[in-house]
């Protein structure tokens, strides 16, 4: 009774996850020490570039005083990656997020040491440079591959090194931003492609441990602190619905820019290397237009929160930071996507403020930034959290609650894929974001078994059973249980065995019970989970079984491989057969019988 209830447990976790939550302490720290160190390259590549010094610490490269000059910076910058992804990785392109999904989904969860090192240079070379991006992608990138090295020493399998890979990653947001619940949440949402106690325990485990040195590395409290808003009126939240539908449009067409862009800079008949040297140069045009659009810009993240930014200033920022975003990103750059989605969706509704019922700018930048986040990544619950870890306004809960699933409805039916998935669908790769319980895991062996067998007898001859399987009969199964005394099974014979007793011969007056003596039994049980059935019959390389009682070893029934499929089919009709189970006729008439019986 004890070995049926092992196939009954709430989680398949086992005592490893200590051993993986202990290696999460050490990821944690280097996921932290990771942040510092790219954050401090960045302030210290910008001050090189735009001052002439060697000053480390964030400063925005618009406080320089180069003039037309520095166009010639940014394209400098995207020089330098292009030659650093030429001759050393060219998985140092892009945003980071889908090189960290590809890593998982077909890397066995194994990054490069060359990676984990030329990913944050590259990327504190095109930021540092006045690339406008944020530092979150790269940092997890950095984090995910410290991550993974770290679990390369060690003898663990592919989703062992997965948990720790996403440890990594969510490590690095957390110290970044000091935001430790959502930098989990973004790791289930996007990264891990499961929910299980032996990713989630070394992913917050990580996170918090980053988290709480951020508070040594980089300071603590919110990144954003404002002032509480007060509570919207129920009627206010249909202007969230607005702001979310508006965010999810502005997140549709933010993708179709960036791919738009990298189709662009394709066609051009020059090697990639120099492609981002070409976006370098429109971020460059970008700057003297708007020199505030370059950089991080995490001062303009907090200028939107606080309201303090002119209309015309908002405008200009949404138009000049999210082109010369799209085009840097579609050259194949070094960068990250968060920071910028903040930017644009706070700008967007800074200007939704002017025209909504209530609240200020600031409230509507906020919920601009958390909408627009949540549309283009897909990941509505990361934003939300992330915002209110973000400023510690826990009054915007509701209403960001309603516009990130505005966004996130608004994108998931008029986009196939996000921002994120698309570039992996262009390398080839599939991404399911629908997370589901198998059915194989709730579906029970005695649900999908046949019941009716055919079977042969143990006591037949083998001289018999080979003639048997060359009748139009026997065409029917490729295999039949032996059936002994009082239908205990004794085994299954195939159409093989017939073949080779046909070649090597059989000792006459031999029985089937006695041919089969020797034959290792496989059986299942009609109370066992058909998920745990069907992995010991892939891992046998078994086709059909014969399902017997566990007291007496009787035969209840047989599985085939066609009745696995019968689950998932059985899946589908649930999902497409749509038929009311109620109806109103049905109602009125329960009711005029219970008024009857009351008379």
């Excluded at 610490?57 to 020089?79: D, Y």
């Excluded at 140069?281 to 002119?310: C, Q, S």
């Excluded at 989605?341 to 930048?365: K, Q, Y």
């Amino acid at each position: 009774m004890q070995h049926r209830r092992d196939y009954l447990r709430d989680f398949s976790t086992d005592a490893r996850v200590l051993m993986l939550t202990a290696l999460a302490l050490i990821v944690g720290a280097a996921g932290a020490g990771a942040a510092y160190a790219l954050m401090w390259l960045i302030g210290l590549i910008t001050h090189i570039a735009y001052f002439g010094k060697l000053v480390p610490g964030l400063v925005s490269p618009a406080e320089s005083h180069l003039g037309a000059v520095a166009v010639l910076i940014p394209a400098a910058g995207g020089l330098i990656i292009g030659l650093m992804a030429r001759f050393g990785s060219e998985k140092i392109r892009g945003h980071g997020i889908p090189e960290a999904i590809e890593a998982i989904l077909i890397g066995g969860s194994r990054i490069q040491p060359k990676v984990a090192l030329l990913k944050p240079i590259s990327s504190a070379i095109s930021i540092g440079t006045g690339g406008p991006f944020g530092a979150e992608g790269p940092i997890i990138m950095t984090g995910g591959a410290l991550g993974s090295l770290i679990a390369q020493f060690f003898e663990l399998s592919s989703a062992e090194r997965k948990s720790l890979l996403v440890a990594g990653a969510a490590a690095g947001m957390s110290a970044t931003f000091g935001t430790p619940v959502a930098a989990v949440l973004i790791a289930v949402e996007l990264l891990l492609f499961e929910w299980k106690p032996r990713s989630f325990i070394p992913v917050a485990t990580a996170s918090a441990v980053a988290a709480t040195l951020r508070a040594f590395l980089l300071g603590p409290g919110p990144l954003f602190p404002v002032a509480v808003h007060a509570l919207l009126p129920w009627w206010g939240l249909l202007a969230c619905v607005a702001a979310g539908i508006a965010a999810g449009l502005a997140s549709g067409a933010l993708t179709a820019l960036v791919y738009g862009a990298e189709d662009l800079f394709q066609r051009l008949p020059i090697h990639w290397m120099w492609l981002p040297m070409l976006g370098g140069l429109v971020v460059g045009i970008g700057g003297l237009i708007y020199p505030r659009a370059l950089g991080v810009g995490y001062d303009l993240i907090a200028d939107l929160l606080h309201g303090t930014m002119p209309t015309n200033a908002v405008l200009m920022l949404l138009l000049v930071k999210g082109f010369i975003w799209a085009m840097a990103l579609g050259s194949g750059t070094s960068g990250g996507v968060l920071a910028p989605l903040l930017i644009m969706g706070g700008a967007l509704g800074a200007l939704e403020s002017h025209v909504m019922p209530v609240g200020d700018s600031g409230f509507w930048a906020l919920v601009g930034m958390a909408a627009m986040m949540g549309g283009t990544m897909r990941s509505p619950l990361t934003a939300l959290v992330f915002a209110l870890e973000l400023t510690h306004d826990l009054n915007m809960l509701l209403p960001l609650l309603v516009a990130c699933t505005g966004a996130f409805a608004v994108t998931v039916l008029l986009l196939k894929r996000s921002i994120l998935t698309e570039k992996l669908a262009r390398r080839g790769q599939h991404v399911t974001r629908e997370y589901v319980i198998d059915p194989f895991e709730i579906a029970r062996v005695e649900d999908v078994m046949v019941r009716d067998v055919d079977t042969l007898p143990g006591s037949m001859l083998v001289e018999d059973v080979v003639r048997f399987f060359t009748t139009d009969e026997a065409k029917r199964h490729k295999s039949y249980p032996v059936i002994g005394a009082h239908d205990v099974v004794l085994g299954l014979v195939a159409r093989a065995d017939a073949l080779r007793w046909l070649v090597q011969g059989w000792t006459p007056g031999a029985t089937l019970a006695e041919a089969m003596a020797d034959v290792s039994l496989f059986v299942g049980h009609a109370d066992e989970l058909v998920g745990h059935l069907a992995d010991r019959m892939a891992a046998a390389d078994i086709g059909r079984v014969p399902i017997v009682s566990r007291e007496h070893c009787t035969l209840v029934g047989i599985v085939a491989r066609k009745d696995l499929l019968n689950v998932r089919a059985r899946m589908i009709v649930q999902e497409r057969e749509r038929r009311p189970v109620l109806r109103l006729s049905a109602l009125y008439g329960l009711g005029r019988t219970s008024s009857s019986q009351a008379d």
